[in-house]
């Protein structure tokens, strides 16, 4: 069974900084991973999707890394900004399936 | 673009009382919805597969006679909670896929009292 962990739990940095957010699958079986952001109470916001044969996707100031053997992917954020305060979720789609299994997710937040 | 909607946005209700949410897809069809939970600071967690016209497919640890799942049409699935207890407050979303594109609902959040 899939399994998708998050590392870290939470971050709280000054605002301008540069900063990497960890995801780990444990079956590298994937179809491809996504990440998302979650603001506090709302639903989900897809930010960048990576398929499987790709190693990498931008959006702006976010870069999505993705070492499917490894069964890592890291989410990059440039100059960062109090605006970026969220949770943001790994999700990984297994091959043959629909439904994603999620990370439990890095607590961002972003000093002004 | 593609739109799934979920009403209510949230409820409050009492315990032993059953809730339902709906989750719509806007401008296609769906014959496949999944439904989520997620616990306070937790990560979504996959309930069911909601199929059209069939039977709904329940993850290890979810009760069926509990979380009654409806796929009527190609455009609607509800999740109604039976004889909800505090322990099923939670925040609900339901996704549906058009085509290769996976769109989430804006979530449900139930506090049962």
């Known amino acids: 069974k899939q399994e998708v962990t998050q590392i870290p739990a939470a971050l709280s940095v000054p605002e301008g900084e540069n900063l990497v957010l960890n995801c780990s699958f444990t079956d590298s079986a994937i179809y491809n991973l996504q990440w998302f952001r979650q603001d506090p109470g709302k639903g989900l916001t897809s930010l960048l999707l990576?398929?499987?044969?790709?190693r990498e996707q931008t959006s702006g100031r976010l870069n999505a890394s993705l070492d499917k053997s490894s069964g890592r992917s890291t989410l990059y954020i440039a100059a960062s900004q109090p605006g970026d305060s969220a949770t943001y979720l790994c999700a990984v789609r297994d091959t043959g399936r629909r439904a994603l299994t999620f990370g439990s997710g890095t607590r961002l937040q972003v000093q002004p | 673009g593609a739109v799934v909607s979920q009403h209510p946005s949230w409820v409050i209700c009492k315990s032993g009382t059953s809730v339902k949410i709906e989750c719509r897809s806007l401008?296609?069809?769906?014959?496949?919805m999944f439904w989520y939970r997620q616990f306070p600071k937790q990560s979504l967690m996959l309930m069911a597969t909601s199929n059209e016209g069939s039977k709904a497919t329940y993850e290890q640890g979810v009760e069926k006679d509990k979380f009654l799942i409806n796929h009527a049409s190609l455009t609607l699935s509800t999740l109604t909670v039976t004889s909800a207890h505090p322990e099923d407050s939670s925040f609900y979303i339901c996704?549906?896929?058009?085509?290769?594109?996976?769109?989430f609902g804006p979530g449900t959040r139930l506090l049962v009292l």
């Open positions: 990576i398929q499987s044969s790709q």
């Open positions: 401008d296609f069809q769906a014959t496949t």
């Open positions: 996704s549906a896929w058009d085509v290769e594109t996976q769109y």
